[in-house]
Each structure stands twice: as C-alpha cells, then as structure tokens.
C-alpha cells in the first residue's frame, strides 16, 4: 500500500472521491485541447514511450484530451448510478505562452490526479466495479504522464524550451467571420456539455443516453475543428472567462457553461432544442462571410445541427406522449 493511503467505504465518501476526481477530468479534458489548439502541426515531435514511434506533440495531446472526456463520462455515469449528482464544475483551465509549462502542468496534473485515486482506495468487498474503474483510469494517467514527460524532454534537448504557443491576433478577432466563429465556439461548448449533463442523467435509459452522447460528441469534434479553423484565421481560440496575468499566463476557473439537466426527460430535453437552433442561425450568418476553402466544412457541421433538431423535436415529443416515463 502507497505512504498515505486511506481506505474509504462510506457511499457518501466514494461519491465524494469520484465527483473530486470528475471535476479534474472535466477540466483537463477542455484543457488538453486549449494546449493543443494553440500550438502548430507537426512541429513539436517526440518519441513517444508507449506507441514507440516519433509522435505530434498537438495531435498525441488531442488524443489524451479525448481520453479524459471519456473518464469524465464513466466517472458521472457511476457517480448517477449510485444515487448521486454529478458535478460540472472543475478545476481550473490555465494557458501559459509557452509550450512546455504547459506540458509541465499536464505532468504534474496527471500525477496529482494519480495520487487521487491511489491514496484513497475504496475498502475491499465495497463497490467493487468502482474500484476497477478507479484503478483502470488510474493506469490511464501514469501513461498520460509518461508521455508529458517524453514530450518534455524532447522539447529540452531539441533545443526547444523557449517555443511559445499560438497567441490571438486582435485584428483578426476584430473581423466579422472571427467574431461570429468565437461565439460558435461557446454555444458548440455549451451544447457539447449540456448533452453530456443529460447523457449521464439518464445513462440507465440507453436508448435517450445514447443518442444524446452521439450529440456531444458532435458538438466536440465541431469545437475543435472550428479552433483549428481560428488557427488558419491567424488567431486562436478564447478560454471562457479566463484572466490573463502580465506573463500572459491564462486562468480560468468557469471554462464550461453552468449546465444542469432537469429531474425527467422532458425538462432535460426542452433547454437542448433553442440551443441548437440558435447555433445552426449563426452557422447559417458565417458561412457567406468565409473563404470558400471553409464553406464545405462548415456545411457539414452545420447539416449535423439540422439533424440534431430532428432528433430532438422526436426525443421530445415522446417524451410528452409515453405515459409513466421518467
């Protein structure tokens, strides 16, 4: 046993260990991808010790980005399962100028959340599943540290230490399509987590949960296109409510919208649908303002709105018409 430990077995102890644990992976899973968004493609490479081959410092932290949104859905699926609320609050979201105190922090991030789920062991015979869950997350981290670490020591011996991250361009925030693209950007947050709200809510009722997940997701493959598209712009995507220190250092301590899905489907369903219309009109606003080399891809997130309206409006009318249902 880990110098330390303490063995836990009170629900109200495990919810808790899981809802802190949560409000870690929510934010590093936002936050992984704010590093990512920031940096070029294909510049920083490192050898990578797990997939043993030269890798995209950008494109691997993307990768571990998703993996943490993925803990963050288990982590509130259980916590749902066990009678309690998960939480959609985090941890702070910090952006520094340069590439490897970012890196720095997802180290030691990733070995504080370790500690986490290492020193607080759930008793043996309790919440067994759980605490499978725990320690299968757990190994996940030490690999996302070992890999930080790697890109690290890459960016030391390549000479690379001082590389800074992509930083806005106040002209080009100042344009009419980068205007209208930040403010996409927060709705396809806001939607993004707002179907992940309910998509854990009602992860017992497989048939809404799933198709609001396949919703989120979209939202998020969406939110990192555009940030790649600001990218191409010549600017970079915000950190919500964010505040920047004279290092240029970012901190923020709400970077995901307050969301919170009503008690049944009907409340969790109705806030979705507005959403999704007022993102499809600033969609539709964009579009004629973009280079034609971006139209095609914005048609396409913007078709999959369309359908998440379908899917929607049916998901809500029977709601409304199936009687008994929670």
């Known amino acids: 046993m880990r110098t330390g430990t303490r063995r836990i077995g009170r629900r109200d102890e495990v919810l808790d260990l899981l809802n802190r644990a949560l409000r870690h992976e929510w934010a590093v899973s936002f ?6 968004y920031s940096m070029p493609k294909g510049v920083h490479l490192y050898e990578d010790p797990v997939l043993r ?3 995209d410092v950008r494109a691997q932290t993307i990768q571990i980005a998703i993996d943490e949104m993925y803990h963050a859905i288990q982590l509130g699926t259980v916590i749902t399962k066990m009678g309690g609320r998960a ?3 985090t941890d702070d979201v910090v952006r520094h100028p340069r590439v490897i105190d970012n890196l720095r922090r997802n180290r030691a991030t990733e070995d504080r959340v370790t500690s986490l789920y290492q020193d607080s062991l759930i008793r043996d015979g309790l919440y067994p599943e759980v605490r499978n869950m725990n320690l ?4 996940d981290e030490v690999r996302h540290s070992r890999q930080f670490d790697a890109m690290i020591k890459a960016m030391e011996t390549g000479g690379r230490a001082d590389s ?10 100042a344009r009419p399509e980068a205007a209208l693209l930040h403010e996409i950007m927060r709705l396809e947050n806001a939607l993004m987590h707002r179907c992940l709200s309910a998509t854990i809510l009602f992860s017992g009722h497989q048939d809404l949960s799933q198709r609001l997940f396949k919703n989120s997701i979209d939202h998020m493959r969406h939110w990192d296109k555009n940030a790649g598209l600001l990218l191409r712009l010549g600017t970079v995507m915000r950190v919500e409510n964010a505040v920047r220190d004279a290092s240029g250092m970012e901190v923020s301590r709400r970077p995901m919208p307050a969301v919170a899905s009503g008690p ?3 409340a969790a369903l109705r806030p979705i649908l507005p959403a999704e219309r007022e993102l499809i009109a600033a969609y539709e606003k964009l579009i004629p303002l973009v280079a034609d080399e971006f139209r095609e891809q914005l048609r396409g997130q913007l078709a999959l709105k369309r359908e998440h309206v379908f899917t929607m409006l049916w998901l809500t009318h029977n709601a409304r018409s199936v009687p008994g249902l929670k």
Request: aromatic share 6%; hydrophobic share 40%; charged share 25%.
């Open 164 to 173: 800074l991250l992509r930083t806005a361009d106040p002209s080009v925030d």
């Open 264 to 266: 049944n489907r009907v």
């Open 31 to 36: 936050e992984y991808l704010v590093h990512a």
């Open 87 to 89: 939480t959609f609050r």
């Open 136 to 139: 299968n997350i757990s190994a």
């Open 53 to 55: 081959q030269r890798t």
